[in-house]
């Protein structure tokens, strides 16, 4: 077999090959799926919002509650107790883990998202 007859017959290939759509069924079924997924996206926003507006209120109620016994902490950091300080390096450590799981879920949900909306839009 030469160049000319592999042209010939991959033409020939190319002219009887039909691309078929989808049938009727198949796409009403993705765009249920996709619909679904928004309202249910639509649905769980409020609380996502309000997660990350809870983590916030969080943040500031601490950054207040220091800023506000900072002398006081001053004071007891000066005659060497350790206690306060690991229990602040403890209250460091529990809001930036709360902070990273917060991110983690929205990051986990917004994989899970796209993954649905690239499964809709696949041809079977």
């Known amino acids: 077999m030469n160049d000319s007859d592999l042209d010939a017959i991959l033409k020939q290939m190319?002219?009887?090959h039909r691309p078929q759509l989808p049938s009727p069924g198949l796409i009403w079924f993705?765009?249920?799926i996709?619909?679904?997924a928004w309202q249910k996206e639509r649905i769980e926003r409020p609380?996502?919002?309000m997660r990350g507006f809870a983590g916030l209120i969080g943040a500031v109620i601490l950054l207040l509650l220091v800023a506000g016994n900072?002398?006081?902490m001053q004071d007891a950091m000066?005659?060497?107790s350790w206690f306060l300080l690991s229990l602040l390096l403890l209250t460091l450590t529990a809001?930036?883990?709360s902070g990273a799981i917060l991110l983690w879920t929205r990051a986990n949900a917004v994989i899970k998202r796209e993954s649905?909306?690239?499964k809709a839009r696949t041809p079977k």
Request: glycine content about 4%; overall charge positive.
């Open 34 to 36: 996709v619909r679904k």
């Open 14 to 16: 190319a002219t009887e």
């Open 47 to 49: 609380l996502v919002m």
């Open 30 to 32: 993705r765009a249920q």
């Open 116 to 118: 649905q909306r690239a």
């Open 78 to 80: 000066d005659h060497r």
């Open 70 to 72: 900072w002398g006081q």
């Open 95 to 97: 809001s930036l883990a």
